[in-house]
Structures are given as structure tokens and as C-alpha cells.
């Protein structure tokens, strides 16, 4: 892994080494804008009074500071996905947070480099949402869809050498979403300044059409504003050394075309995810009218029938999650730090790819995907021309999904982590003719846009697409559940393999346990929490290990994409109907990034190179006294011992008698009493190779603090993640303690968030103060942009005081 800055770096050195003067100039509007949420009529209007408006610091999330409120986007609705037959009011399904209503932004600005000539775009990786934009009080443009990337041509606007005002309108109307979507500018703005003779905005793109141990062959494709060009180019390695260099002035229409050698390629995959990087520079006569610089990868791509992706000659299963684009306690606000930390965690886990769910991802977190070798699945849409609900993208389809989706590729394309495009999630329009037309019409666009790589879409109503053709146009056929059919399928679509594009739905409730322990579709309690015993699935979905059956067995099942990998905001099924309850149960770790007992369950399975041995439940069981107590183990051994106060309570091996018995080991019939369970892992000798014990814990004591990174950047935007247990006097975590917890950061740092990681919870993610859930909590803590200590200090009543140092350098 490498970190961004590295990458940025090696950019900037590339530029630093010309003796050219830069034309083009790229800023990001960060800091010093002013925010309101109201509806204000002259919003856009210069010298209106903003001192009432608050000052934010761009990513923002508007809605994410609550409070929750059961009132907020209550829906009457029958929710089709979940084979719903009646309608019902369902709260929480948004998150029970305040992102309905309008919002505006305002930044002042000056343009230095801005003179005849130049031209000025302004560039929105993301507005939440149907933007309207306007420049010292002229309307320039609007979008619609929320997750899109656009930009505008501003040149017109400006005034040289002068201060210019940016305004823009933000909607969010009530269902319009089926998760929180956030609200505001929650991804970055930029002004890029550049020449009139120029490479156009997004116009670039890199392939490797042929790829060998001794030779890749880099096609680059331009799109260039001007005429009598010529466009030099070299491609550099990650340490700088220029690997191959060429330079064309042939221009087709508005289009130049290069093809470079590079010998001995370093090629990207999810192991060795080495990347090149190629500086073109656009001059016209002898002048330099522009220059970019693109990072790509080099790798070979190929999807065969019966096998799927062959990655560089290797075929590769997806071993997969889904995320939405919420950041938990942060919300839609983009930070890289909170994105390289969930990547981290999966990584840890084994998995090795993304699915973007339901929509068009960060930038932020593609550059990490190719940073940190994880394939990746671009999505566009969660709806098309048929409602899922009333204010879905349902109402912009016809006049924006072409020009969203064209957008969506050229941003995105070079990326090497991008292996799939998605044109679309359950949509209604699988049912019908007109369906398959949009459907095909769809993929048409991005074969336009981008011929190297397939399509899919995921497909819920798989008995119909079968049926209707449907599921036969696309490149890749994407079932979501199913696995009943997955048989069919295979025999009667023609592409040759299926993906399972989301899988498991799986709910659980970090730390909770019920009783009794059994498998159960759409079971609830009076708590609104689901058992952590990983038995549990809606009524459409399965546990994992119906899953790890079809990809254990058929080579034809060319991955999965679990859903999902962290719990998010909205969607608390199957309490959408409870209250209080307002985040998902579908997280393989909860929604402040804890990992659930599931996640060591996958981890057995996928990370083949690292020792899994994971122990349930706790052993905290007062008043359960000889009761059974069912012991569960995930592990990557095939077989361990357990033991109840040294008692052995037998051997357990993996074998295939049950889908539970391949992937788990299970005591099922130990009684509980106080003390200690330990098990011991066996290697296929039978000898001891591995120990775990959880002992039963007293009162709680103290607190225990540790952070997942102790140094970090004096930017003002870097995180540190300190998860918070309580213990007692021994150590041991507390797995029922609900203490009520308080923070206080000091020094070169700031108080972020917390999260407890319980969906009921309505304790507001930015106050200083929250319960823990299940003895655990975690804080984040921001840099400011100074550097020194920082000082964590978290108090409990009943509990010593704990501090953590944390630097910011």
C-alpha cells in the first residue's frame, strides 16, 4: 500500500522537473464558505448579509448532526425488493435524519491566472441534491442526480483580476431515497484554469490492450480544443524513471491517438497494485498550452466463460462487499482517512473488491481501490424509468441517464481498479419489453464510452428475467440472492459464468446473542437488535455459508459482492417498521467500524494468508447458570478443542455434513457457568497450533483506549479512530457494560464524532458524550492544522479515567 500523498508527490516532482511554466491550474474550494439551511430567495444575488450563515469547511454533510427524528421522511410504502405484499409506514428508512429541505452555499473567489485566452470550468464531484449553480448572481447551470459528477464552463462569468461569488442551490425532497443519502456539498468542488487550446475535460483515456512479461502496449486517447497541436508524452514509473515517451501531431477531428511500448511491465492486480503515470504536454507552434499528468495501471483483463475474470492470466473470484457511500458518524462527507479505514479493515479480512451501492463512487475512494489493489464495481443507478420511490431518480431518467452515465465513465475510466461497470440495482424495469430496451440502450452507452470493460446489472426478479430476455443482454448476468435459481441461470443465460452482485444480507447486532440459537428469516425482539450467532437473513436472503457453497463448488459463480460490508445509515431492515431504529444490520462490521463476529467468518474463508481463530459468544450469562450455551467458532483450521474451565468439551471439525458444519465449529450443547471458554485450534497433525480464551469479566473498572493510528497529518482534515472498552479490573472487556461515556480532546487536535455502533441508538454522533454499546465504543479524533500533541481523555462515571496521546505532525 502507498499512501496518497506518496502518489501526490511523485506528481508534483514531475511538474516541478519541467522548465516550463504550468498552464493549467487546478484549486479546490475547501474553506471559507457560508452555509445556510433555508430556502433564501436571493441566495445567488452578491451583497446579500451571510453573518447569520454558518461557516463549513467543504465535504459537508448538512443532516448529519441530527437530531434523529422518527417524523423525518416516514414512509407509507410497499417495498418491492423485500417482497413486501401490503404497504407500511416505515420510519428510519433515510436514516431519521434532517436532509429534506434546501440548502445554500456561497464562496467568494479570485481567479489570478484567469486572462484572454484562458477558459475556467468548475468541476463537482457530487451535490446532494438537483444543483443549481450561479456565478456573481448568473445562473450558469443546474444538474439533478445527486451522485453524478459534472462541471460547467464558467469563462463567461468571471470577472478578471476581480473577486467573483460561487452560489449553489441544494433540494432534497422527501422520498426520494431509500437509505440517507446526506445532504450538501459532500464531495469536493474544484476551478480548473487552462488555455482555450487544451485537453478537454475528462477526454483522456488509457488502455492496455496488450500485455506480456516483456512488453505492454499503452494506448492513450485524447480529446484536444484546438488545431496545429503537438502532444508529448512520457510515461514514468512510480519512482519517477521515464519508461517510455512519444509524441504525435496528428489530429483526427478533435481526437489524437498514441500508442507507447513499455518494457518489463509492472502490472496491477490485487496483490501488487503498482501503478505508472503519464505527463502529456499540448503545445501549439513551440508554446506549452497545457499539461496533465494520469495515473493508470497496467493489467489484463478478460472475462471467459466457465471461468470469469482472469486478472493477468489468473482467474480471480470476487471475494466482495457492498458499500454505500455514508462514512457512519461522518456521513456522506468524503474524507480519505475514513475511506483508507474501512478499505483497511476488508483488506485485513481478505476481500478484494468494492461494489459502489447504489451509485457513482468517491473519486477518494477509487484512488485508494488502485492504491490498495481492490477490484472494483462502478454503479450508476439505484432506479431508472419506473419509480422505486415517488422522488427517485425516476423523474430525471429520460433527459440525464445518458449524460450521467457518459459523465460517470470519462471521470472514472482510467482507474485500473474499475473492472465492471453496473448499469443499474433492482430496478422495477426488469418486468417488460420496455425494460430490456432501456436495459440494452443503457449498455450501448457505456460500450460507447468505455469497449474494454463488461456490464452487469443486479438482478432481483431473476424467475422473470429468465423468462422475458432480460437477463440476457448483458455482458455479465448479476444476481442479487437467488441462489435457488443460480442452476437455472447458468443453463439458460448465454454469457457462460453468473456473478452473485449482492449476496447474504445477513443481519446481526455487534456483541448481542439470542436464544434459542437457530436459523431464522425476519426474526425480531423487543430490543430491535438481531443475534450476533450469524443465523439470521431477511425473508428474501441467506446466511454466508449458502453463499460459500456456490463459490466453493462452481467455477461458473464467478464471485460475490456481500451486502454489506459496514452497517449504514437508513434502511434498518427488518425493523423499518420499529422505532427507534434508524441504521442497517446488514454490516459485516457495524457503523462505527467494528468488526461483528461475521467478519472473522469471512475471514476464515478469504484471507488464506493469515491465522483466523474467533471465538463466541462472551461469557457473561448471570442468572443462565446450566443453561446451554451454544460455543461457535470461526477459524481458519479445520478443526480445535474447546474447553469450559479446562473441562474439554470435545473436538469439532469442519466437514460436510450441513452448509454450517463446512465453514464453522459448533458446541451446541455447553452448559454455561462462570469462568472461562478456551479453544484450541489443530493443525492437520492434530497438534495444538493456535489458542483463544475469553474469560468471564467482573464489574467494570476502567477504560481502555487504543487508536488505530497514533500519528497523524497537521492538515486539518486527518482522523485518528480510538476505540474505547470497558474493562474490569483484570482486562477483560465488559460485553454488557452500557456505561455513559465523555470526551475531551485537547491540544493540536479536535473532537470529531463518536459511534457506538447500536442502530437504536439516538445519541447525536458529534456531542461530546454517548453510551457505550456492548462495552465499546469508538471516538474520532480530528487534526487542526498544527502540529503537537493531542490529548484524548474519556471519563465514565463509576469508571477511572482514561487519556490517549495522539501527534499530529
Known amino acids: 500500500m502507498k499512501p496518497i500523498f506518496y502518489f501526490f508527490f511523485i506528481a508534483c516532482l514531475f511538474t516541478a522537473c519541467s522548465s516550463e511554466q504550468v498552464p493549467r491550474h487546478v484549486y479546490t474550494l475547501e474553506e471559507g464558505w457560508k452555509f445556510i439551511n433555508q430556502d433564501i430567495e436571493n441566495g445567488q444575488k452578491p451583497g446579500i448579509n451571510t453573518d447569520t450563515w454558518e461557516t463549513v469547511t467543504i465535504p459537508h454533510d448538512w ?32 436514516g431519521a435524519l434532517p436532509y ?23 468541476v463537482f464531484d457530487g451535490a446532494m441534491s438537483e444543483p443549481q449553480v450561479f456565478i456573481n448572481g448568473e445562473k450558469v447551470g443546474e444538474w439533478k442526480y445527486g451522485y453524478a459528477y459534472f462541471y460547467f464552463d464558467i469563462t463567461k462569468y468571471l470577472k ?26 459532500y464531495r469536493k468542488v474544484q476551478l480548473v484554469v487552462k488555455d482555450n487550446t487544451s485537453f478537454k475535460q475528462w477526454g483522456t483515456f488509457i488502455t492496455t490492450p496488450h500485455v506480456s512479461e516483456t512488453s505492454a502496449q499503452v494506448n492513450i486517447k485524447s480529446e484536444i480544443d484546438g488545431e496545429n497541436i503537438k502532444v508529448v508524452t512520457e510515461i514514468r514509473d512510480e519512482k519517477g524513471k521515464v519508461v517510455a515517451s512519444g509524441t504525435t501531431e496528428q489530429l483526427f477531428g478533435s481526437k489524437t491517438e498514441q500508442n507507447l511500448a513499455v518494457p518489463n511491465p509492472q502490472l496491477w492486480d490485487t496483490e501488487t497494485p503498482h501503478l505508472y503515470f503519464a505527463t502529456m504536454k499540448l503545445y501549439s507552434g513551440n508554446k506549452l498550452k497545457d499539461e496533465q499528468t494520469i495515473r493508470f495501471g497496467i493489467r489484463d483483463v478478460k472475462y471467459e466463460r466457465g471461468k470469469g475474470l482472469v486478472l493477468n492470466g489468473k482467474v480471480t473470484k470476487f471475494k466482495g462487499v457492498c458499500l454505500h457511500h455514508d462514512l457512519g458518524p461522518l456521513g456522506a462527507a468524503v474524507n480519505v482517512t475514513a475511506l483508507k479505514r474501512q478499505l483497511t479493515i476488508l483488506k485485513d479480512m481478505g476481500c478484494n473488491a468494492i461494489r459502489s451501492s447504489h451509485n457513482m463512487p468517491s473519486h477518494e475512494q477509487l484512488e485508494l481501490c488502485d492504491e490498495m489493489g481492490f477490484l472494483f464495481l462502478a454503479e450508476s443507478f439505484d432506479e431508472w424509468k419506473r419509480p422505486k420511490v415517488k422522488n427517485g431518480y425516476n423523474r430525471f431518467f429520460d433527459e440525464y441517464a445518458e449524460k450521467d452515465i457518459v459523465n460517470l465513465v470519462r471521470a472514472t475510466r482510467n482507474h485500473p481498479c474499475i473492472v465492471m461497470w453496473s448499469a443499474g440495482n433492482e ?8 425494460g430490456i430496451k432501456r436495459g440494452k440502450w443503457l449498455q450501448d452507452i457505456f460500450h460507447r464510452e468505455d469497449p474494454t470493460r463488461p456490464v452487469t446489472v443486479g438482478m432481483d426478479q431473476v424467475a422473470n ?25 447458468y443453463e439458460r443465460f448465454p454469457q457462460g459464468f453468473i456473478l452473485g452482485s449482492e449476496t447474504a444480507s445477513t443481519v446481526s447486532s455487534r456483541g448481542v446473542y439470542k ?57 434498518p431492515t427488518p425493523y423499518d417498521e420499529y422505532w427507534p431504529s434508524r441504521s442497517s444490520y446488514f454490516g459485516i462490521c457495524d457503523l462505527a467500524g467494528l468488526p461483528k463476529d461475521r467478519y472473522y467468518l469471512y475471514r476464515s474463508k478469504w484471507n488464506t494468508r493469515k491465522e483466523t481463530l474467533h471465538l463466541l459468544p462472551h461469557w457473561n450469562w448471570e442468572g443462565r447458570e446450566g443453561e446451554t450455551i451454544p460455543v461457535f467458532a470461526y477459524t481458519s483450521y479445520d478443526s480445535a478443542e474447546l474447553f469450559v474451565n479446562d473441562k474439554s468439551m470435545g473436538i469439532q471439525k469442519k466437514n460436510n455434513d450441513s452448509l454450517l458444519n463446512r465453514n464453522r ?145
Open 160 to 185: 478578471p483580476e476581480k473577486e467573483n461569488l460561487l452560489a449553489v442551490r441544494l433540494e432534497n425532497l422527501g422520498e426520494s431515497s431509500r437509505w440517507y443519502p446526506g445532504a450538501g456539498l
Open 465 to 489: 428475467t429468465l423468462k422475458n430476455g432480460f437477463g440476457a443482454i448483458w455482458d455479465i448476468p448479476g444476481l442479487n440472492y437467488r441462489l435457488p435459481l443460480y442452476n437455472e441461470a
Open 63 to 94: 443532516a448529519i448532526k441530527g437530531p434523529f427524528d422518527k417524523e423525518i421522511d416516514k414512509q407509507t410504502v410497499r417495498i418491492e425488493q423485500n417482497q413486501e405484499n401490503t404497504a407500511t409506514e416505515k420510519t428510519g428508512r433515510t
Open 515 to 571: 436464544f434459542p440459537v437457530e436459523q431464522f428469516k425476519q426474526k425480531t425482539y423487543p430490543d430491535g437488535q438481531c443475534s450476533s450467532y450469524d443465523l439470521e437473513a431477511c425473508s428474501w436472503s441467506n446466511v454466508p455459508d449458502e453463499d460459500f457453497y456456490w463459490q466453493d463448488n462452481f467455477d461458473w459463480v464467478i464471485g460475490e459482492f456481500v451486502w454489506t460490508g459496514f452497517d449504514y445509515l437508513g434502511e
Open 665 to 809: 465449529l459448533m458446541w451446541t450443547n455447553v452448559k454455561y457457568e462462570p469462568g472461562s471458554i478456551k479453544i484450541v485450534a489443530l493443525d492437520d497433525s492434530g497438534n495444538p497450533a493456535a489458542e483463544k480464551e475469553i474469560r468471564t469479566a467482573g464489574t467494570p473498572h476502567h477504560l481502555l483506549l487504543e487508536a488505530d493510528r497514533k500519528n497523524i497529518n497537521a492538515d486539518g482534515k486527518d482522523l485518528s479512530y480510538v476505540t474505547v472498552s470497558v474493562v474490569d479490573k483484570d482486562g477483560n472487556l465488559c460485553p454488557n457494560a452500557d456505561n455513559q461515556l465523555r470526551f475531551n480532546v485537547d491540544g493540536a487536535g479536535k473532537f470529531k464524532a463518536t459511534c457506538n455502533g447500536d442502530a437504536t441508538s439516538l445519541e447525536m454522533f458529534h456531542l461530546t458524550t454517548m453510551k457505550a454499546f456492548n462495552g465499546q465504543l469508538v471516538v474520532t479524533v480530528e487534526s487542526i492544522k498544527e502540529a503537537g500533541t493531542i490529548t484524548l481523555e474519556v471519563t465514565g462515571e463509576g469508571l477511572e479515567t482514561a487519556k490517549i496521546e495522539l501527534e499530529s505532525i
Open 427 to 434: 430496478v422495477p424495469d426488469q418486468w417488460g419489453n420496455e
Open 100 to 122: 429534506i429541505g434546501v440548502g445554500w452555499y456561497r464562496k467568494s473567489f479570485e481567479v489570478p491566472e484567469f486572462q484572454k485566452g484562458k477558459k475556467v470550468l468548475l
